[in-house]
């Protein structure tokens, strides 16, 4: 149980043009899912908390414009990558926080690899 | 503030001997502390966490890990190794004010050696 995918695991695009990612639970409902960023052996920089149904909560420092967060059901959260240039190049990994288990687990997704040329 | 600490970037270790991986951390309130694992290229798989109750806490693969409250630590062990327990390993904590985020500490590659 407990199971976290992720769409695309990799992705090589065009500077300027926009990424969209998707983030599911599998088999358990969550209202609340977060989006990381991690570099190369350094450790996860959250991005954003995203919640079913209303805006997400952006960390300080991140361009709400660049990243945009929807989530639109239980399962399902989307970052999208707007007009990409080569420093967005980076892992982005999704986790999503279980609903009727109140230990702030998060189970992670297998992330995705963005490569912008 | 709230944070993680893990003192050691890198843990060498024979395959067969013990492991201890190092994790201490500052927040108000009672944590939430929680293990997670990384393979390369990979996203994180939760390994163990403790809540309340008994300190010493079993997870995923053979590891544990203590909840020590008056030393704030909670390190990860594990009593025999595996070649394939070669990971990065994130220690994170959380508590009911956090706005329920965890708070990650930076991350130890533990190379278990043949």
């Known amino acids: 149980g407990a199971v976290v995918s992720q769409h695309p695991s990799w992705v090589i695009c065009k500077s300027g043009t926009s990424v969209k990612i998707e983030c599911r639970s599998l088999?358990?409902?969550?209202?609340?899912m977060f989006w990381y960023r991690q570099f190369p052996k350094q450790s996860l920089m959250l991005m954003a908390t995203?919640?079913?149904?209303?805006?997400?909560?952006?960390e300080q420092g991140v361009e709400k414009d660049k990243f945009l967060i929807n989530h639109a059901s239980l399962t399902l959260s989307t970052l999208t990558v707007t007009s990409a240039h080569p420093e967005d190049s980076s892992f982005y990994i999704c986790?999503?926080?279980?609903?009727?288990?109140?230990?702030?687990?998060?189970?992670f997704g297998p992330g995705t690899r963005l490569t912008v040329l | 503030a709230q944070s993680v600490a893990q003192p050691e970037d890198q843990v060498n270790v024979a395959e067969g001997n013990p492991l201890t991986v190092k994790c201490t951390y500052s927040?108000?309130?009672?944590?939430?502390l929680f293990w997670y694992v990384q393979y390369p290229n990979r996203g994180l798989q939760f390994l163990l966490k403790?809540?309340?109750?008994d300190n010493l806490v079993k997870g995923s693969y053979g590891f544990e890990a203590e909840f020590n409250k008056s030393q704030t630590s909670f390190h990860l062990k594990k009593p025999s190794a595996l070649v394939s327990d070669s990971a990065l390993y994130f220690c994170?904590?959380?508590?009911?004010?956090?706005?329920?985020?965890?708070?990650w500490g930076l991350g130890t590659s533990l190379a278990v050696n043949p």
């Open positions: 995203s919640n079913e149904g209303s805006k997400a909560t952006y």
């Open positions: 927040v108000s309130g009672n944590p939430y």
């Open positions: 088999d358990f409902q969550a209202t609340t």
């Open positions: 403790y809540i309340t109750g």
């Open positions: 994170a904590v959380t508590n009911a004010g956090n706005n329920r985020k965890l708070i």
């Open positions: 986790s999503a926080r279980e609903d009727s288990v109140r230990t702030d687990t998060q189970y």
